[in-house]
């Protein structure tokens, strides 16, 4: 068998899908979207969304540090299985709340799970240790966009195992300028850890006006619950949740499958 099959797989789980599907509503039909996918790992998120959405992309940049992950992520490219890849760009780097550089560890080259401030990470019943270390490149969100020229971004997604916060502080002139329609992030068991609330995320980003959405995942259901005030019973920190904070005001017309009405506290 081809290395690159064996490390890469045909199949998007269905986890992936359901990061995605849910977008819809939000994305719809629109034309020329500009995407930053900020810890794009393998690349197999981006394989999913250019499934879904490759048509109506302008441009996505994929940023991920680890050298491994990229290999796997080109790789993926060569074999055919991101359609519309001409339009995605990679780069080797890590997002964070300064420009300069920053140690990351991680367990392998080739990892999910690489973090810059978490040295264990649980997944299941399962500890992961990222003892190995080393200097990467760090840069500011905001930066990034500077000297690329990018003056809008449709879609933002973050997912850096516990460096979610550290990637806003780098992009403080997109949020109070709006400039970012939708930014979709995991947050929960690594913000326990780092001891982060849901609170500082909420204060954070409905302070600049966004919207915010939880993941909503269940036997016969998946999509997401639109979040109309802040509540104590958001603090979860057992599992993982994707957040979607959108600029779109949530109204009755985006109730579909893939929005589930609105978050009720749980008492």
């Known amino acids: 068998m081809n290395r690159w099959k064996s490390d890469i797989g ?68 060569d074999a055919g299985l991101v359609p519309f890849d001409s339009k995605a760009v990679l780069h080797q780097f890590c997002v964070g709340p300064h420009n300069g550089t920053v140690e990351i560890g991680f367990h392998n080259e080739v990892s999910t ?33 500077t000297s690329r020229n990018i003056d809008y971004v449709d879609l933002v997604k973050v997912d850096v195992e516990g460096y979610e916060w550290d990637v806003f502080e780098g992009a403080t002139t997109l949020l109070k300028s709006q400039t970012v329609e939708l930014i979709l992030f ?30 909503a995942v269940g036997r016969n259901f998946f999509g997401l619950q639109y979040i109309a005030s ?12 994707m957040i979607l904070a959108s600029k779109q005001k949530h109204t009755e017309s985006l109730n579909n499958p893939f929005v589930i009405g609105k978050y009720y506290p749980k008492k």
């Open 230 to 241: 802040y509540d104590e019973s958001l603090e979860e920190f057992d599992s993982m949740w």
């Open 113 to 145: 799970l690489a973090s810059v401030v978490l040295d264990e990470v649980q997944v299941g019943n399962r500890l992961v240790r990222n003892e190995h270390k080393k200097k990467i490149r760090q840069v500011r969100l905001d930066s990034f966009c």
């Open 10 to 77: 045909y199949h998007v789980p269905k986890l992936t899908l359901l990061e995605i599907w849910p977008l819809n509503s939000f994305i719809g039909d629109k034309q020329n979207i500009n995407v930053i996918d900020v810890g794009s790992n393998t690349g197999l998120w981006c394989q999913a969304f250019m499934n879904t959405f490759g048509e109506q992309i302008a441009s996505y940049h994929a940023i991920e540090p680890l050298e491994g992950n990229l290999k796997i992520f080109k790789s993926r490219i």
């Open 186 to 215: 995991e947050f929960g068991q690594h913000q326990g850890n780092l001891q982060q609330s849901f609170k500082q995320f909420w204060d954070l980003l409905s302070g600049y006006g966004y919207h915010i959405y939880r993941q």
